[in-house]
């Protein structure tokens, strides 16, 4: 079942899914060039960009606010994957742990056809954290079996300032790691 669901992602066999900044960069961007600027310019623009090229596209990557700001998005014909996060400039600085959603979506679930979550990480940081974000992200690929939906994990790589490497050598030891 799952195998079915991954391939309703893809179109040709090829996964490219339209993934539009989620947040506050975003709206910091638009609020720069619109000086009277209002929560509805942000979701008009992604509304823009999403109607645009939802017809080239394999799949569409929401964010929770933006696929409720407007009925429009539940009718289109394209496989939806919903963010399974909080804001990325919302996140924990000291350990870069990601919030959960917190708005209860799971609710809705059922609406998506795949859960993208993401997670910074670095193999070097202090085992404590690294144990509490390979927690939540077995949590979240918990969600995902209980709803029987693919999960997309995203890891990002950071330099963590606590981890006992300069940044040269993190550098350095970085392409191997990807």
């Not at 799952?2 to 893809?10: A, E, K």
């Not at 040709?12 to 600027?37: H, P």
């Not at 960009?49 to 799949?59: P, W």
């Not at 050598?169 to 790691?177: A, D, H, L, P, Y």
């Amino acid at each position: 079942m799952i195998t079915s669901r991954i391939q309703d992602l893809l179109d040709k066999n090829k996964f490219f899914s339209l993934a539009i900044d989620q947040g506050t960069s975003l709206k910091n961007l638009i609020r720069e060039k619109k000086k009277d600027f209002k929560e509805n310019d942000y979701f008009y623009f992604k509304k823009q960009v999403i109607l645009n090229l939802s017809s080239e596209v394999s799949s569409i990557l929401f964010d929770y606010d933006t696929f409720q700001s407007d009925e429009i998005y539940h009718k289109l014909n394209v496989p939806k994957i919903i963010a399974y996060e909080d804001d990325a400039y919302n996140i924990d600085d000291i350990d870069k742990i990601t919030n959960l959603p917190k708005k209860n979506i799971d609710q809705h679930i059922d609406k998506f056809s795949a859960i993208k979550f993401f997670m910074y990480f670095n193999p070097d940081s202090m085992t404590e954290i690294n144990n509490k974000k390979i927690d939540l992200v077995l949590n979240v690929s918990a969600i995902c079996k209980k709803f029987n939906i693919p999960f997309l994990f995203e890891p990002l790589l950071y330099y963590d300032l606590n981890s006992g490497l300069s940044y040269e050598e993190f550098c350095k030891k970085k392409t191997s790691i990807y």
